[in-house]
Structure formats: C-alpha cells, structure tokens
Nanobody, 124 residues
Framework: QVQLVESGGGLVQTGGSLRLSCAAS????????MGWFRQAPGKEREFVTAINWSGSRTYAADSVKGRFTISRDSAKNTEYLQMNSLKPEDTAVYYCAATYGTALYLRPNAYDYWGQGTQVTVSS
C-alpha cells in the first residue's frame, strides 16, 4: 500500500501561483503512477494531470495545460503540482492519487490510493 500526504494549498489572488506537494510512503519501490484531481463544491471529482513512474510522460487536462506542471522526485517519493496563472475556476479541493502501474490513468476509479486533499482558493 501507499500512503499519501498533501501540502501547499492556500488562498491566492487571480494570476498568482501555488505549488502543491504530495509525499508518498509505504510500498514505494514498485512502479506507480501519480496524479492530481480536484473537486469543487457541487461538482464531480475531475482529472487535472498525471505523471508516470519514471517521470518521462505526463498528461494534463485541457483546462490546465500551459498553466499547471506536474513533476516527481523519485528519490524523495514526492510529486509536485506547480500551478501558475491561477483563475477563480481553479478553486477546489485538490487530491493527489497513486496506483501501481506504468500507464497514465485519467479516471478517478483507476487510482487506489488517495491523499486527504488540500484546499486551493483563488480570489477574483
């Protein structure tokens, strides 16, 4: 199993930046994909971006392409989400997720392990 702990959320003005971190522990010596999802009030959880085990491949939702960047430091078992040019519509609880495997997974039900979530609020 993998345990995930997120950090780095907060309140930021439109156009600002935030960096989220997600530290993994447990059985991290097997290949696992990591991803970020978000959920706004009254909406379903939606895919944001994902990165494969080696960090060589990433995929991002159209709504965040060019603004958000996912990365991972395998030595630290940590993934990051750099969010730039934030908009009010980015306001949500952000969750990191992990699942064993080497592909990029876009659906929430493909992930077995989830963090507790961190609130990101973008003020207009």
């Amino acid at each position: 199993q993998v345990q995930l702990v997120e950090s780095g959320g907060g309140l930021v003005q439109t156009g600002g930046s935030l960096r989220l971190s997600c530290a993994a522990s447990g059985r991290t010596n097997s290949a696992y994909t990591m991803g970020w999802f978000r959920q706004a009030p009254g909406k379903e959880r939606e895919f944001v971006t994902a990165i494969n085990w080696s960090g060589s491949r990433t995929y991002a939702a159209d709504s965040v392409k060019g603004r958000f960047t996912i990365s991972r430091d395998s030595a630290k078992n940590t993934e990051y989400l750099q969010m730039n040019s934030l908009k009010p519509e980015d306001t949500a609880v952000y969750y990191c997720a992990a699942t064993y495997g080497t592909a990029l997974y876009l659906r929430p039900n493909a992930y077995d392990y989830w963090g507790q979530g961190t609130q990101v609020t973008v003020s207009s």
